[in-house]
């Protein structure tokens, strides 16, 4: 996690934070040009994200859900005004990232696939999003409207030549997804924290909810390639998951949608 020192402007926060900004020093660890993310380094750390309004919401609820069930960041405060603004506490350790897990990379990939499956084996039945798959489609869908299509950062045992080809897969076989796991949604080396190679929580739960398995396995697998650079521990992480509840045309189906970003 990259970290820029800020100088706090009390003024472009809400009246309701002021108090946990209120002589801390501020951090900016923004990663995307769609939301802010600041780390005060108070007590025992908090990240504040900002976003446009309307954005934050699933994620302050799916984030709070997570972590009334052990597995991520309380949810200190969540204020929809011009802005929306989400507050948590810092989860204690690394994320998948640090280089001491990246140096393992078998022990790396057996681990993200054993704790997804329990993630997987959970019960969900008071998940605040139990639709994932409809909303995902959906997303699919309207991305695929506004000629979104990007395959540059994907494996080639999951690309697809054309725009057209992947969205005939998905027009054809996007039945073939369920609604009955709960997921992350965004399943990659950086949304895991770590503390000594021990679980302590997932963050970035904005695309979490009840959907197809097949979601946190394509981007499980993906993150593999991505920050190893190499497709070599995929199986490993298959293997580690389960193997006989993977079904990889329902891979490639999930891959022809992601290509839609």
């Known amino acids: 996690m990259t970290l820029t020192h800020i100088q706090p402007k009390l003024q472009e926060y809400p009246a309701e934070l002021h108090n946990v900004i209120s002589g801390a020093d501020l951090y900016d660890s923004s990663c995307s040009q769609e939301a802010k993310v600041v780390f005060i380094d108070k007590e025992q750390g908090f990240f504040l994200k900002s976003a446009p309004k309307g954005s934050l919401a699933r994620e302050a609820a799916m984030t709070q859900y997570f972590h009334c069930k052990g597995l991520s960041a309380e949810v200190c405060s969540f204020i929809s005004d011009e802005r929306d603004w989400l507050l948590t506490r810092k989860i204690h350790g690394d994320d998948c990232t640090a280089e001491k ?13 054993e704790h997804l499956a329990c993630l997987h084996g959970l019960d969900y039945k008071d998940c605040p999003v139990l639709n994932h798959t409809e909303q995902y489609i959906k997303s699919v869908e309207f991305n ?21 080809e992947a969205w005939a897969v998905v027009e054809n076989h996007s039945d073939l997804l369920k609604t009955d796991t709960l997921l992350h949604g965004d399943y990659c080396l950086p949304n895991v924290i770590f503390n000594d190679w021990q679980f302590s929580g997932y963050i970035d ?7 197809d398995r097949h979601v946190d396995l394509f981007w ?4 593999l390639w991505f920050n ?9 992480f298959f293997d580690a998951y389960g193997r006989d509840i993977i079904d990889e045309e329902v891979l490639r189906v999930v891959a022809a949608a992601e290509v839609f970003g």
């Open 228 to 236: 190893l650079k190499t497709d070599k521990y995929r199986q490993r």
């Open 101 to 113: 897990y990246l140096e393992q990379p078998d022990r790396l990939a057996e681990t993200l696939g």
């Open 220 to 223: 499980g697998a993906w993150t």
């Open 205 to 211: 739960l904005d695309n979490a909810g009840v959907g």
């Open 144 to 164: 695929k409207r506004s000629d979104n299509y990007d395959k540059s950062h994907f494996p080639d045992s999951f690309g697809y030549s054309s725009a057209n």
